[in-house]
């Protein structure tokens, strides 16, 4: 098994940045793949992006091109480098782990999730 940390939410203002962090309990596994979630009040956990062992990346059409996915394997650490925040991006943000390389978005295909953490978008 693995243990999922999130950190580095926060408040911001629209326009801000501000970067994620989800750290792993261990190594990486020799398949997988790490995605970023979020969820507002009221709303379902949405899919924001991916990237597997591989370092192939996949994000949702309201992130691209304001939002990163990285990941840095010698610390079992992902990131979400988020930029030109809107109010609409607030959210509890969560990472989350799946045993398989192929990469996905939807929240049913991951097996492991972390704690989240809460941006505030203002």
């Known amino acids: 098994h693995v243990q999922l940390v999130e950190s580095g939410g926060g408040s911001v203002q629209a326009g801000g940045s501000l970067r994620l962090s989800c750290a792993a309990s261990?190594?990486?596994?020799?398949?997988?793949?790490m995605g970023w979630f979020r969820q507002a009040p009221g709303k379902e956990r949405e899919g924001v992006a991916s990237i597997n062992r591989d370092g192939v990346t996949s994000y949702a059409d309201s992130v691209k091109g304001r939002f990163t996915i990285a990941q840095d394997n010698s610390r079992n650490t992902v990131y979400l480098q988020m930029n030109s925040l809107k109010p609409d991006d607030t959210a509890m943000y969560y990472c989350?782990?799946?045993?398989?390389?192929?990469?996905?978005?939807?929240?049913?295909?991951?097996?492991?999730w972390g704690q989240g953490t809460q941006v505030t978008v203002s």
């Open positions: 261990r190594s990486p596994y020799s398949s997988y793949c």
């Open positions: 989350a782990l799946r045993r398989f390389d192929s990469w996905s978005l939807r929240p049913k295909d991951y097996g492991y």
